[in-house]
């Protein structure tokens, strides 16, 4: 349990379209969705509210990262071929990432667009 019942965080960098770079510690637990939306990220819509059922928290990994997460499961699989900017390689749905201690340090990228 963490000292004083303060949760632990992560830090993970946003790093929109435009360039806007946003360094912020999101709470073990929560998803990288949840921390944008928290913390005002451009770039990250998540009309579903993170549900899986949208697409619109799409971000791209950065590739040093790609083997902390866990591997897609189906229904992410589906989502990333509806996205409204390409799906690559790293592609990922941000309401998918939980954040754990391994990811402090990750870096994720916006696409142009998300609708």
Do not use: W
């Not at 791209?60 to 992410?76: G, I, N, S």
Request: charged letters at 20%; hydrophobic letters at 35%; glycine letters at 8%.
């Amino acid at each position: 349990m963490p000292l004083f019942g303060k949760k632990e965080t992560a830090s993970i960098t946003y790093i929109s379209h435009s360039g806007a770079v946003n360094r912020v510690d999101v709470p073990v637990g929560d998803s990288v969705m949840e921390g944008a939306i928290r913390n005002n990220i451009e770039g990250i819509v998540a009309e579903c509210g993170g549900a899986c059922q949208c697409g619109t928290c799409h971000v791209y990994v950065e590739p040093q990262f790609l083997d902390r997460l866990k591997p897609v499961q189906d229904d992410e699989n589906e989502m990333l071929n509806t996205t409204a900017s390409p799906r690559q390689p790293n592609s990922r749905l941000g309401c998918q990432i939980e954040v754990t201690l391994d990811l402090d340090g990750l870096v994720v990228r916006t696409p142009p667009r998300q609708i």
